[in-house]
C-alpha cells in the first residue's frame, strides 16, 4: 500500500479518441484527425491532475502501439499508469467522433470484439490502494459485462463507503441490451456510492425517474449522501442528503466540442470535493471546468488548469 493515499483513483474505459480536425463535415468526408487519449474515467484522472491531485487509473489496453501511447500519455499528464493492464490478444479501443457544434456530437465506438477495460478481474486490484484513496471513481460501463461488472462491484464493496466513493452513471446504450438490464446493476453500485452523477437520460436509466429533482431524491434514497444531476442548457442540480442543494446555471460558452465538459466537470468535482467546498461553491467550480474544455477541439489534453478556472469564475470567457 501507498505510504501516501492518492486523492483520486479512477477505474474504467480507456481508448483513443481520433477527433477530426474540421468541425461541420461528416465523417465520411473528413480529410485529417488529431489523436487523443480518451476514456470518461481516464479524463477524469487528467482532469484532476491537471487542478493538482495525485491521481492514478485502473483499466486496461491492447499489448499494441496504442495501448503504447495511452500509457505514455498518461504519464506525461501526471496520472499514475501502474495499474494499467495490458491485455494479450484484445485492440486498445479506439473512438471517432463527428463536431457539429452547438450540440451534435456522434461517437462511434470501436471495442469489437470486447475492450480490454472490460477485461479487469478482482485479482488486478489493489484493495488497499483503493481503500486509502480520498476519492474512488468508478462508472455506468464498468457495470455492463464481465468480467468488469464483478470487479467493479467487488472494488466498490471493498471500499465500504470509506471517504468519498462516486458512481459516475456514465449510460451508454450500445454497450447494453435495454435499460431494464443495466438498472439492477446501477442499484447495486448506488448502494456503495456516496455521490452520484449523471445526466437527465442516465438518471432515468438508473432511477426510472426523469425529472431532476425526483431523479436526485431517488438517487439519495438508492444511497448516495450527494446527488448530482446533469442539465445540459438548463445547468446543474446538486442535492445533499444533509438537505443542502444547488442549482446553477451553465457558463455561456462558444461550443467546439462537447465530448470532454462532462470529464472535466467530473475532475472539477473531485478537487471541490477534497477541498470541502459546500454544494453551490463545488457547482459553480465544476461548470466552468466543464465550459472552457466545451470551448476547444480535445478532452484530455483540454483539460483546464486552476488559474483559467478562476478567470472564467470571475468573469472572463471560457
Known amino acids: 500500500m501507498e505510504a501516501v493515499p492518492y486523492d483520486v483513483i479512477t477505474m474504467g474505459r480507456i481508448g483513443v479518441d481520433l477527433y477530426p480536425l474540421q468541425t461541420g463535415v461528416p465523417l465520411s468526408k473528413v480529410t485529417s484527425f488529431g489523436k487523443f487519449l480518451g476514456g470518461s474515467p481516464s479524463n477524469v484522472a487528467v482532469a484532476a491532475a491537471r487542478l493538482g491531485r495525485r491521481t492514478a487509473v485502473i483499466t486496461g489496453t491492447g499489448q499494441d502501439p496504442f495501448g503504447e501511447y495511452l500509457r505514455t500519455e498518461l504519464g506525461e499528464f501526471g496520472v499514475d499508469a501502474r495499474w494499467v493492464k495490458g491485455v494479450p490478444g484484445l485492440a486498445t479501443p479506439i473512438t471517432f467522433c463527428e463536431i457539429f457544434p452547438p450540440d451534435d456530437f456522434p461517437l462511434y465506438f470501436y471495442r469489437a470484439p470486447k475492450a480490454p477495460d472490460l477485461e479487469l478481474y478482482e485479482a488486478d486490484l489493489d484493495l488497499d490502494a483503493i481503500r486509502a484513496a480520498r476519492i474512488f471513481w468508478v462508472t455506468g460501463t464498468g457495470l455492463s459485462v464481465e ?140 461548470n466552468a471546468a466543464g465550459a472552457i474544455v466545451a470551448s476547444r477541439l480535445a478532452c484530455s489534453s483540454a483539460m483546464p488548469f486552476p488559474d483559467e478556472v478562476e478567470r472564467v469564475l470571475a468573469g472572463g470567457e471560457a
Open 147 to 286: 468480467p468488469s461488472r464483478s470487479t467493479t462491484l467487488a472494488a466498490l464493496a471493498a471500499r465500504a463507503r470509506t471517504g468519498t466513493t462516486v458512481l459516475d452513471l456514465d449510460w451508454r446504450p450500445m454497450f447494453w441490451r435495454d435499460p431494464d438490464e443495466a438498472r439492477p446493476y446501477y442499484r447495486e453500485a448506488l448502494r456503495h456510492a456516496t455521490v452520484a452523477v449523471g445526466n437527465i437520460d442516465e438518471c432515468e436509466v438508473a432511477t426510472g425517474e426523469r425529472e431532476p429533482h425526483a431523479a436526485a431524491r431517488a438517487l439519495l434514497a438508492a444511497g448516495a449522501e450527494l446527488a448530482v444531476v446533469k442539465r445540459g442548457p438548463e445547468g446543474v442540480l446538486a442535492v445533499h442528503r444533509d438537505g443542502g442543494a444547488a442549482e446553477v446555471p451553465p457558463v455561456p460558452v462558444e461550443v467546439v466540442n462537447g465530448l470532454g465538459a462532462g470529464d472535466a466537470f467530473g475532475g472539477a468535482l473531485c478537487h471541490g470535493l477534497l477541498a470541502g467546498w459546500d454544494t453551490g461553491q463545488l457547482m459553480r467550480y465544476a
